[in-house]
Structure formats: structure tokens, C-alpha cells
């Protein structure tokens, strides 16, 4: 007798590490009233899809408690002080000037619809999270600093420097902490940190002393000015180092769940034990994500040009299609770029139809999951009933047909689906959003350049399509009336029978090779729409092979 499996919540990763945070939150003795979950926006550079995934992911933590019966909040804490370590890719040189400079305090780079830097970039990621429907509350790292949020525990935290520095070493093997202060004063002449080195900390004036001798950013140094100044630690007038700050947030914000990218391990154990041992609170859940790649195996960088930010995804995606790519999990490196968009947008699909019962899934463990995805994609306020599908590479080899600068090719393909038969009046709106999607990523990634997908051929299959290629010769130039396309839709079908092929087997081939989907149109309709000189050398491909 096989062993019943508990299903957790709603049966995702989500729901288990949920389901963990409040066993252990329980363990603790906290307060439940209120559990607060918390994702860093980096705001140094230009926020990619793996910056909006540490946010979407948290929300889905938010999401899981409020499920079990907690109340939960995503805090959206923003690095804006952190200084400026290299001008992103396309930025403009005159950012070489702000270098080590925090970036809340350098001009927005893009105009004036921001107060800074910094701002600019978080305003990006929240909104990506605003169009994706994340709620979060947005903190300012420097409207932390300034406004004292952070002065408990930066005192505690200078107080104790000389067993953290000694604990940083021990653990990752970095020296510099047994000598300076784990605190970037800012220069009150030049205006930049990492150049003001702290010398001592006066904890009755709340004040740290430095000299602004120069330091080190990767292989460049950046000099000093020089001046000698004290650093007011309650008026924003310097940050902690990362060695130390996770843990100072952790506590002045009572977090209880964060999750970590593996390339910051090291600081995020230093912050651990700091919490634990200097600030004297329980460290938060972690939870360790792997890095986004590019398909080229390189790490997705704010720095190193090959970002792929959330807008850029809007661009040919819904908003679902990048929640499911983040949420469907957690463990593992992804490779992923802007030729996984129909991909995505054609899973969400599937996941839909699952949850609505309209395809059949007989994996008990994967209809669960499918189903918990689908309802933490629609902040489990799922809808009423499945919308219309149709194939997100079929909408965009559609609008391949038209110019782009016709200004009714938006137009022309709902029509096209509507003599299809393939729309309905009650989708109309999410369709014609979803030709407008499907129109620009055919714009932008060459949708008449037909991809070509992997199919099985046998040789009678290959004899088929050899007679079927034949047999559209006279259908050249003719006009896409019913007739010519019913004449056409019959020739398929004949070829079919003459070579021992079910009809139903050869259109789900077709399909497979023009929209690598199950089903699709008429096909008499769809291959003189489609141009039979294009048709032909889409299927000549697979004959070449």
C-alpha cells in the first residue's frame, strides 16, 4: 500500500518554507501577531530579473502565512546607500565623477523624473512589482540611516568591533575588519564612501572619527581628499559594511525571512552570527536561491550589459508568465532570457487548463503543485474560469504576415483568429493584449525567420509531406477564399489517407512543425494566409535534415 503524502498548504516549495519560518517562529517564542518578510532592491544598477525574483519570491512567503492564517508584509528595503562602485553599461561617463559616492545622493542619470541614482534604479524594480501586482512597503536604506532607525544597533555593533572583526576573519579569512571599523563614514568634503577610513568610535557623542585617505573599489583605487572629520551615526552621515548591516535591518525591522543569492553566503553568515550573538536577536529563515544566467552561461550583472530587466520582459510577456517563471522554484541555476517569453506564456497556459480541469493531469504530486502555482501567481484570488488560449508563437507568425508600420496589423490578426474560429466574444480584451505582446516579440526577435522545432519523421511521413509540397505549387499567389481553402484542406487530407497516415496524425504533425502546437486552425486556411512559398520552405527544412 503506497504511503500517503501530506500536502503542505497548497503543496508548493512555498508553502513548506512557510510552513517552517512559522515552526520555528513558534520555537522562538515571537510574537505572531505580524510576520515580516524582507527582499534588498539594489540600487546601484539597473534592476534585472533576478533582482525582481528575491522580491517575488518573499511575497510568495507573505502569500503562504497569510494562507495559513498569519498576518504578513513584504518589506522592500532599498541599498541606496551603498556607494557607487562603476558606471552600468549605457550610463553617462560624467557618473565617474560620483564614483564611491552613495547613490542616493548622485543625480538621477536619466533627467529629473527622479531625486537620485538611486531612487531612478529602485523605481524600476517597483515597477516591475507594481505591473506584477507584488504589495510590499517600500524603506529607503538612507531614509533608514537618516532618520535613526539603524542607531541601536550600529552602537552595539561599534561597541563590539574588536570580536567582530576577529569573527569575520575566522570565518571568511578577511583581516581588514581586526583593524578599521565596520563603518563607511561619508566625507563630509568629498561626499564619498570607501574613501573616508573610520579610525575610532566616540560612543558617548554617537560619533565616528575617520580621515579620508583613499581606498580600494575591485582593482581601482579611488584617492582621499584628505580631510579629517567625525561621522554622526544618527544623522545618515555614513553606513555599515554589508559584513554587518543585514543583521542591524534584521532586527530594527523584526525580520523573520530572508532569502539569499549564494553569491553573498559569507556575509550573509557573518550576519547570522551577528544577530544572534552581538544584537542578540534570532537571525531570520534563509532560504539560498542560485543565480540567473544568461544563455551564454554568464551571470545576469547590473554592470556587465547583458541585464534583462522586467520592462524589457513586459515588452512580449503578462505579468503572470514572469511570476511563473519565478515561482514554479527556487532550487537551481536558471539560464533564462527573452526567448523563453512564448514558452512562458504558453506554460501559464497549460497551468490554467489544469486548474480548471480542461487538461487532464494524472500526476497526483504535479497536479497539486500546478494547481498551488497557478493560485500564488493570482495572489490566491484565482479567476472564475479559464480564459481563451491560443498558441503565443502562432499570434506572433500571424503578425509576421503584416508590416509592422501598418497601423491595423492588430487588427488583421484578430480577424484572422476570428475567421479561424478560434476567438470568442467574452476574451476578446486579453486576446488583442495578447496580439499586442506576441506583435513586438515578432518585431524584436524576427518572427518571419520561422523557428524550427523538434519533431519526429518517419519515412512515410517524409513521402507526405515531399507530395504535400507538390501539391501546394498551384496554390501559389491564388487568393484566400473558402473555396481555394477548402480545395486545399481536402489535398491534405488525401495525402494522408494515400500514404497510411490518420488525417488527425498529419494535421498534428503540420502543427507541430508551423507552431510546435498539438492544434491550430484549418489548415487549408493557415497555409494560404501563411503564403505557400513560406509554408514550403518552413517544411523543406525539416526534409533537409
Not at 538612507?142 to 563590539?160: E, H, N, P
Not at 515588452?315 to 508568465?321: I, K, M, N, Q
Amino acid at each position: 500500500m503506497e504511503e500517503e503524502q501530506i500536502v503542505i498548504g497548497k503543496g508548493t516549495w512555498i508553502d513548506k518554507v512557510a510552513d517552517t519560518l512559522i515552526k520555528r517562529e513558534k520555537k522562538l517564542g515571537h510574537n505572531l501577531n505580524l510576520i515580516r518578510v524582507e527582499s534588498g532592491l539594489g540600487a546601484s544598477g539597473i534592476p534585472h530579473i533576478g533582482s525582481m525574483a528575491d522580491a517575488v519570491r518573499a511575497y510568495g512567503i507573505a502569500l503562504a502565512l497569510q494562507n495559513f492564517g498569519f498576518k504578513s508584509e513584504l518589506i522592500a528595503y532599498s541599498d541606496d546607500m551603498d556607494g557607487l562602485r562603476k558606471i552600468p553599461q549605457g550610463l553617462p561617463n560624467w557618473l565617474q565623477d560620483h564614483i564611491a559616492k552613495p547613490v542616493s545622493t548622485i543625480p538621477d542619470p536619466f533627467g529629473s523624473c527622479h531625486s537620485s541614482y538611486g531612487m531612478h534604479m529602485s523605481s524600476l524594480l517597483l515597477d516591475g512589482l507594481d505591473k506584477a501586482g507584488i504589495k510590499y512597503r517600500f524603506q529607503s536604506g538612507s531614509d533608514s540611516y537618516r532618520q535613526g532607525t539603524l542607531v541601536k544597533q550600529i552602537d552595539t555593533i561599534l561597541k563590539s568591533r574588536v570580536k567582530i572583526g576577529q569573527k569575520i576573519a575566522e570565518f571568511v579569512g578577511q583581516e581588514k575588519y581586526t583593524e578599521v571599523l565596520p563603518y563607511f563614514p561619508i566625507c563630509h568634503n568629498c561626499g564619498r564612501l570607501y574613501t573616508a577610513v573610520a579610525q575610532e568610535y566616540l560612543p558617548d557623542e554617537r560619533r565616528v572619527t575617520y580621515i579620508c585617505k583613499g581606498g580600494r573599489i575591485g582593482k581601482e583605487e579611488i584617492k582621499g581628499c584628505g580631510n579629517i572629520g567625525e561621522a554622526d551615526i544618527a544623522r545618515g552621515e555614513g553606513k555599515l559594511a554589508w559584513k554587518v548591516e543585514f543583521a542591524a535591518r534584521w532586527q530594527a525591522l523584526d525580520v523573520r525571512f530572508e532569502a539569499y543569492g549564494k553569491d553573498i553566503m559569507d556575509s550573509v553568515r557573518v550576519n547570522d552570527w551577528i544577530a544572534d550573538e552581538i544584537l542578540g536577536y534570532p537571525h531570520p529563515l534563509h532560504v539560498k536561491y542560485e543565480m540567473f544566467l544568461d544563455k551564454a552561461g554568464k551571470k545576469i550583472s547590473k554592470s556587465s550589459g547583458n541585464v534583462l530587466t522586467p520592462q524589457m520582459w513586459l515588452r512580449y510577456g503578462t505579468p503572470e508568465s514572469i511570476l511563473l517563471l519565478l515561482f514554479k522554484r527556487i532550487a537551481g541555476t536558471r539560464h533564462v532570457g527573452l526567448d523563453d517569453v512564448p514558452t512562458l506564456m504558453d506554460e501559464y497556459d497549460y497551468y490554467e487548463d489544469v486548474y480548471f480541469g480542461k487538461v487532464t493531469e494524472d500526476n497526483p504530486a504535479k497536479l497539486t503543485k500546478v494547481k498551488g502555482i497557478y493560485e500564488y501567481i493570482n495572489k490566491l484570488h484565482p479567476p472564475k474560469k479559464a480564459d481563451l488560449h491560443i498558441p503565443y508563437r502562432f499570434i506572433a507568425q500571424q503578425a509576421s504576415i503584416f508590416p509592422p508600420d501598418d497601423g491595423n496589423r492588430d487588427e488583421k490578426v484578430f480577424n484572422r483568429l476570428l475567421k479561424y474560429g478560434m476567438v470568442k466574444g467574452d476574451s476578446i480584451e486579453s486576446i488583442r493584449y495578447k496580439i499586442m505582446l506576441a506583435s513586438n516579440w515578432g518585431d524584436d526577435n524576427n518572427a518571419k525567420n520561422d523557428e524550427k522545432y523538434e519533431v519526429q519523421l518517419s519515412d512515410l511521413h517524409i513521402k507526405a509531406l515531399q507530395e504535400l509540397i507538390e501539391a501546394m505549387r498551384p496554390f501559389k499567389g491564388i487568393p484566400d477564399s473558402p473555396d481555394n481553402a477548402r480545395n486545399l484542406q481536402s489535398k491534405v487530407f488525401s495525402i494522408a489517407r494515400e500514404n497510411g497516415i490518420e488525417p488527425k496524425e498529419f494535421f498534428t504533425l503540420l502543427y507541430r512543425m508551423f507552431l510546435n502546437a498539438e492544434k491550430g486552425p484549418r489548415i487549408g486556411n493557415y497555409i494560404l494566409d501563411l503564403g505557400t512559398e513560406r509554408a514550403t520552405s518552413m517544411l523543406k527544412r525539416y526534409l533537409s535534415s
